[in-house]
C-alpha cells in the first residue's frame, strides 16, 4: 500500500447522504472510508435510512455525496456527488494495491493531466502505468542535461569539455523531443507505450471483487430499473453480434431496430433464443453476456413464455425488418386510443408515431426516432423518462416497450444551435472564415474523418484536424514551428482553427481570426532535404485566373467576365493594330550581351604594331 497525505491509511472517504432526508431539511449522512466492502456498505445505508419508509409510507430510496476527504492529490476536483459507489471502491483498490513507486508514477500523471478527466479515466489510468516514466530528482531542464550525459551517457563529453556543455539547452531539447514535463515528483516522460482502455463505464465491467453495491442487485427491481438494465444488455448483445457474426451486422443494417427487438425480448421473458445465439457464437456462463443475462434472469423472477414458437422468435431476431415488431406495436397503441377516445365522445390524442420527425438521436443507449410532441403529451400517452442524452438536449421516452426522443424543454426554447466561426485551413489555399454548426459531427464533416487537436499556440485557440491524415495520405498543409522558426511538425489535409473555451471547442474572436488568418495565409510546399523539412511558400491557387486563363482569349484579361476576348477577324484587326502601335521591344540585357559577342568575334584583330603600349609607371 502506498503512502498517502498526512500518513492516512486509505486514499479517500465520502460523505453519503439521504437524499430524501436532505430534501427535507435534515442532513442524515456517514463518512465511509474507500475501499470498503458490501457488508460495511448495507449498514451504513440502514444507518442512515436508506430503505426506511417515511411519514407517507414512501421508502427512502436515493442517495447523494455532500463532500469527500481526499488524500491523492489531483483527486478531489474530479469527484461528483453523484459518483457510483462501485466505481470509487474500483479505484480506491486499484491504488490501495500499488507499490510505492507505482503510486508516484500515477501521481506525476495526474499532475501534469493525462488521462485523469472523468472518474472513468482515472480508473484506466492506474492499469496503464507503463505508458510513463519518473525520474524523482530532475525538476529542471539543467537537471534533465546532466543527467542524460553524465548519467546515462547519451552524449561522450571529455571531462576538460564539460564545463563548457550548455546542459540546459541540451535538457530542453531532449524534453522536447520525449514530450516530458517536470512535476513536483520529477520529470516525467511518456514512454510510447499504447494506452488501453481496460474499463469502458459500464457498470458490468467492474471486477466483481471490487463492487460494493451487490446488497442491492438481489432487492426487486421496479419496472423502470428492469427496463433501464434491459436496454442496457440489449445494446451490449447488438455490439457482440455484430463485432463477432459477420452474418449478424449483414442482416441488421438497422442498429435501432434489433437493439429495440432485444430489448422487447429480455422485457417480455424470451430469452432462450439469444442464450442459444450466444453459445452459438462460443460464450460460456463465465462470459460477461450470459452472466449478465444470468443475473437479469434471477432479478427479474423470470420464466421463459411458451406462447411463441421459438423459431419465430429466432427469426424475428435475426430478420427484425421482417418481424413487423414495430409496427403491430404502434398499430394496437393507435387502436386503443381511438377506442378509448371513440367511447369518450373525443378525438384521438397524438401519438408518437404520427410526429415523427424522420430524425434520430444516438444515445450509450440506443439510437431512437425524434417525435414532435412534449413531454406532457409523451406522459399522457403512458410513455415516461427512461433516461437524457449527453448533451442534454434529449429526452429518451418509454413505456416498456417502445422508445422515442423528444427535445427538452430547454433544447426547444433554443432549437436552432448558435453557429460556430471558425477558420479554415486548406492546402494550397489562403485561410477563409467560416460558420459550422457545433459539435463533434460538423468537426468531423470539415476534416473528412475523425478529429485529432493539437494546441501549438499560447493563446486558447486549437488545431483541428484529421486524426488519420498522414497515414491516409492527405496533402501536406501547414508547417508547425517552434521559437526558433524550425518546423516540428506538419499539419496534412484541412485543417481548422478553433476557439477553446473552459470545456469545448468555442468560436473565434475577430482579434484571432485575424491573427491566424495572417499566420496561415501563405500556402506552403514541403521536400525532404538532408534528413531536413523544408517549407517553400507558394502562390495560393486563383480560381478565377485558372478559369480565365482556359476559356479566354486574351490571357492577360482576369477581369472577372470569362470569354471576353474578341473572335475572327476583329481579333485579327486587334492583333494587327496592337503590332502598329506597339512599340518596339527592346532587347534583354542577356540579348545584348549575347549580340556584342557575335560582332566582336566578326571584327579582324587590330595590327599589333600601330597598337599604343601601356604607359610606364614608376615603381
Known sequence: MPHYEYDKDYPFAAFITNLGKYNEGDLVGEWVKFPTTPEEMQKVFERIGIGQKDDFGQSYEEWFITDYD????????????????????YLASKLDEMSQGEYEQFQAAMEIGDHSGSLQEIINLTENLDCYDIYPDIHDHDDLGRYYIEELDAMQVPEHLRNYIDYEAYGRDVALEEGGEFTDLGYVRDTGNSFHEYYDGEHGSIPEEYRVMTFQDAEELTEEEKSEWAMDIAYDMDE??????????????????????????????????????????????????????????????????????????????????????????????????????????????????????????????????????????????GYGLHHQSDDGRYLIMGNGSRSFAIRSEEAQEHAAPE?????????????????????????????????????????????????????????????????????????????????????????????????????FKQPEQFISLNGQIIALPVEPENPLRTAEMTLEDDYGMIDGVLNNGRRGEELEKAQGEARRTTPEKKPSIRERLAEAKRECGERKPPDRAHQKKPPEHDL
Not at 72 to 86: A, N, R
Open 70 to 89: 481526499c488524500y491523492v492529490d489531483g483527486l478531489y476536483d474530479k469527484l461528483g456527488e453523484y459518483e457510483s459507489l462501485d466505481e470509487l471502491n
Open 240 to 381: 457482440f453480434f455484430r463485432q463477432h457474426d459477420p452474418q449478424y451486422a449483414a442482416e441488421h443494417p438497422e442498429e435501432h431496430a434489433a437493439k429495440e427487438e432485444i430489448y422487447e425480448n429480455l422485457m417480455a421473458g424470451r430469452i432462450s433464443a439469444l442464450d442459444e445465439k450466444l453459445a452459438a457464437l462460443g460464450q460460456t456462463q463465465e462470459d460477461y453476456l450470459p452472466s449478465e443475462i444470468e443475473k437479469f434472469k434471477d432479478a427479474t423472477g423470470y420464466e421463459e413464455f411458451l406462447d411463441f414458437d421459438p423459431a419465430v422468435i429466432r427469426e424475428a431476431i435475426q430478420n427484425p425488418d421482417k418481424s413487423h415488431a414495430d409496427e403491430m406495436l404502434a398499430f394496437a397503441e393507435q387502436a386503443g386510443r381511438e377506442y378509448e377516445a371513440e367511447l369518450s365522445g373525443q378525438a384521438p390524442a397524438p401519438s408518437p408515431d404520427d410526429q415523427e420527425t424522420g430524425e434520430t438521436v444516438r444515445t450509450p443507449r440506443g439510437t431512437f426516432y425524434v417525435t414532435d410532441m412534449s413531454r406532457e403529451q409523451m406522459e399522457a400517452a
Open 419 to 519: 453557429k460556430m466561426t471558425v477558420l479554415v485551413v486548406e492546402p494550397m489555399k489562403e485561410p477563409y472564415v467560416k460558420e459550422i454548426d457545433p459539435g463533434l459531427h460538423a468537426l468531423q464533416a470539415e476534416v473528412g474523418g475523425d478529429i485529432a487537436t493539437a494546441y501549438p499556440f499560447s493563446d486558447p485557440v486549437g488545431l483541428v484536424c484529421n486524426d488519420e491524415g498522414k497515414l491516409i495520405g492527405l496533402e501536406l498543409n501547414r508547417g508547425l514551428r517552434d521559437e526558433h522558426g524550425e518546423i516540428y511538425d506538419v499539419m496534412a489535409g484541412t485543417f481548422l482553427v478553433v476557439g477553446l473555451s473552459e470545456d469545448s471547442f468555442t468560436s473565434l474572436t475577430p482579434e484571432q481570426v485575424q491573427k491566424y488568418t495572417e499566420h
